[in-house]
């Protein structure tokens, strides 16, 4: 009679903590989403940004949210102007998504399209596939960044136009 052996799998090596963030951010890579330019304008001055991270909470009433990275230029303005306009980019924008999302002055950003406003005073993109003027109603810590639940309170759609889709670290059309 033979003594039988039993195999022992080796435990999985401990990824540290870089190793995650850089796992996880890799995976968000593959989740497609749609570019926007969020503006806030008001007593905390003028700001923008390029984000994917927005999406739906509710129809009733009509809720949105958006993340705001707390070391963001944006921030201390958006924070104070409790206002924000979510413009959603066609593919036309491409180069404007590119000025709002690295390091480019805030006047100059702005230059680089035309803009009006709707009810809160943000900025809203003229020729957005739609923009979403709202009012920040409650912001939850989400670790680096501020969730901002808020309440649409103006809506303007264009008709037409191809979105702009982030993927992969590429950006597509649809």
Known sequence: MQASSKATAAAPPVASKDDRKLEYRNAMARLGAAVNIVTSDGPG?????????VCSVTDDPPTLLVCLNRGSSAYPAVSANQVL?????????????????GK???????????????????????DALISLDCRVKTISDGGTHDILICEV???RENEGGQALIYFDRRYHRI
């Open 45 to 53: 001055g003028l700001a923008g940004f390029a984000a994917t991270a």
């Open 85 to 101: 306009c979510v413009n959603t980019l066609s593919h036309s924008h491409e180069d404007l998504s590119r000025l709002f999302g």
């Open 104 to 126: 480019t002055p805030v006047k100059e950003r702005f230059e680089g399209a035309s803009w009006s406003v709707l009810e809160t005073g943000a900025p809203a993109l003229d």
């Open 153 to 155: 309170v103006a809506i």
